[in-house]
Antibody
Framework: EVQLVESGGDLVKPGRSLRLSCIVSGFTFGDYGMSWFRQAPGKGLEWVGF??????????EYAASVKDRFTISRDDSKSIAYLQINSLKTEDTAIYYCTRSNSGIYERTDYWGQGTLVTVSS | QAVVTQEPSLTVSPGGTVTLTCGSS?????????PYWFQQKPGQAPRTLFYDTNNKHSWTPARFSGSLLGGKAALTLSGAQPEDEAEYYCLLSYSGGRIFGGGTKLTVL
C-alpha cells in the first residue's frame, strides 16, 4: 500500500526557517518524482514544486512565488522527500501536502499524503 | 501569470449529469497544458481523479470522465452520487509552472 506521511509542521515566527519531511512506503521511492502542494486555511490549492528522480538528475521546479525561499530535496536511502522553507512569511501559513508522481521525469501526481500544518505568526 | 478559471459552484441532482470546466486566460486549453482534476472533500486531502486530460487512476469512479471541450478542460460526472459532493480543482501546466483554478464546489441535491 502506497503511503506518504508528512511531518515537521509547526507554529513558527516570521523570518524563521522550517524543514518539512515526507516519508513514503509501499513503492520504490527512488524511481519516482515527488511534489509539494499547499493550501492556506479556507483557500484553494497551490502548486509549490517538483523534484525528479535521480535517474533524471534529481532536478527541481518551483512556483515563481516560492522559488527564492523554498528548496525541495530527497534522500533516496531513507525514502524521504524534504521541503525547506526559509524566511517564513505569514502568507506561508498553510497545510503542506507531498505527493508522488507516477513518473520519474514528468510531474504526474497520483498519491497524496494527509498534509502537515505550518502556521507562521508572531 | 496566467489565470485559470472554474465555475465557483454547481449543483446537480442525484443521478444527473454535470460538466465542470477549466479555462485559461492565455487562450484555449490544450493537451499541452496537461490538465489535471482533483477532488477534495471537507477535512480531507485532495485526491487525483485525472491527469493529462483524460487519464484516470485506479480509484477514479467510472462515472467521471475528462476531456477538452470548447477550448477548456472539462470534467463530466454522469450519474451523480451523494458522495460526489466535494470541491473540484483543475490544474494546468505552463512554461513557468503549474497553476490551479479556484475550484468548483459541487453540490448534489
Amino acid at each position: 500500500e502506497v503511503q506518504l506521511v508528512e511531518s515537521g509542521g509547526d507554529l513558527v515566527k516570521p523570518g524563521r526557517s522550517l524543514r518539512l519531511s515526507c516519508i513514503v512506503s509501499g513503492f520504490t521511492f527512488g524511481d519516482y518524482g515527488m511534489s509539494w502542494f499547499r493550501q492556506a486555511p479556507g483557500k484553494g490549492l497551490e502548486w509549490v514544486g517538483f523534484i525528479r528522480s535521480k535517474a533524471y538528475g534529481g532536478t527541481t521546479e518551483y512556483a515563481a512565488s516560492v522559488k527564492d525561499r523554498f528548496t525541495i530535496s530527497r534522500d533516496d536511502s531513507k525514502s524521504i522527500a524534504y521541503l525547506q522553507i526559509n524566511s517564513l512569511k505569514t502568507e506561508d501559513t498553510a497545510i503542506y501536502y507531498c505527493t508522488r508522481s507516477n513518473s520519474g521525469i514528468y510531474e504526474r501526481t497520483d498519491y497524496w499524503g494527509q498534509g502537515t500544518l505550518v502556521t507562521v505568526s508572531s | 501569470q496566467a489565470v485559470v478559471t472554474q465555475e465557483p459552484s454547481l449543483t446537480v441532482s442525484p443521478g444527473g449529469t454535470v460538466t465542470l470546466t477549466c479555462g485559461s486566460s492565455t487562450g484555449a486549453v490544450t493537451s499541452g497544458h496537461y490538465p489535471y482534476w482533483f477532488q477534495q472533500k471537507p477535512g480531507q486531502a485532495p485526491r487525483t481523479l485525472f491527469y493529462d486530460t483524460n487519464n484516470k487512476h485506479s480509484w477514479t469512479p467510472a462515472r467521471f470522465s475528462g476531456s477538452l471541450l470548447g477550448g477548456k478542460a472539462a470534467l463530466t460526472l454522469s450519474g451523480a452520487q451523494p458522495e460526489d459532493e466535494a470541491e473540484y480543482y483543475c490544474l494546468l501546466s505552463y512554461s513557468g509552472g503549474r497553476i490551479f483554478g479556484g475550484g468548483t464546489k459541487l453540490t448534489v441535491l
